[in-house]
């Protein structure tokens, strides 16, 4: 099954820079979203580092076709992201003013009909399959803490005025753990990646309803979606890359 997938990052409305990065590829079936933080442009550094070393990782097996071994990408996925934290942790030990920077990272690779998913932080992965939206991880951040403890709802957590604050980033420590999924694919599936920008202008049953209707074509799905974070007011930098696995196997 051959995704159809398209990316697009936004600045929005209020910000000067934008600190997300994102990639999107198809023919490896891999697929990215970082959101990057720190002052003086660093989380724009901390969140293309990223997206680099993961790209790089998958693109040294490509060579060796018959390719990744499904079975082996729970740990491929945990040392690509491994080995994203070490360059941004020594980009850091380099640069003091860099300081700070971390990143968050969220990674959808397709092998055949399975999905692995690994993340670390508040981007996430989404699923849509007959007309539901799924969410395929779950947040580290401090609101989605006090959720999974009950004292919070989802909704409270969404406009939570300490929603920013991640409770798991990489950048941080030199050691980072990835949280990996696996989800079989099924034709008609549509996966989203997106950063806080989206989830913090959009309910689910609102993403959802984009969804639906764009799904099938990945590029107006992405553009939908931003136009509409931004016309809540695009506080924050959006980025979204959707994946389509089409209907026809
Ligand atoms: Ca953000």
Wanted: charged share 25%.
């Amino acid at each position: 099954m051959k995704p159809a997938a398209f990316g697009l990052s936004d600045v929005g409305r209020c910000r000067e820079t934008n600190e997300d990065h994102y990639s999107c590829d198809a023919s490896l079936g891999l697929f990215t979203v970082a959101d990057g933080m720190g002052g003086h442009a660093a989380g724009e550094v901390a969140s293309r580092l990223a997206v680099e070393a993961v790209v790089e990782s998958f693109r040294r097996q490509a060579p060796t076709d018959p390719g990744l071994d499904p079975d082996r990408a729970p740990q491929e996925l945990r040392s690509a992201v491994s080995e994203a934290n070490r360059r941004i942790v020594e980009s850091i030990q380099s640069n003091s003013e860099r300081r700070g920077m971390g990143t968050t990272l969220v990674i959808l690779l397709v092998l055949e009909d399975r999905a692995f998913i690994g993340h670390v932080g508040d981007s996430r992965a989404y699923l849509l399959r007959d007309g539901r939206l799924r969410r395929l991880t779950a947040d580290h951040s401090w609101v989605y803490d006090q959720v999974r403890a009950g004292l919070l709802s989802d909704s409270d957590a969404h406009r939570h005025p300490l929603r920013n604050i991640v409770t798991r980033a990489l950048g941080s420590s030199p050691q980072v753990t990835t949280d990996v999924a696996e989800e079989p694919v099924r034709a008609g599936d549509v996966f989203l990646l997106c950063s806080d920008g989206l989830t913090s202008m959009l309910q689910d049953d609102e993403i959802e309803t984009s969804l639906s209707r764009n799904g099938n074509d990945p590029e107006s799905a992405c553009r939908k979606l931003i136009e509409a974070a931004n016309s809540r007011g695009g506080e924050d930098n959006t980025t979204v890359v959707v994946v389509s696995m089409g209907e026809n196997g």
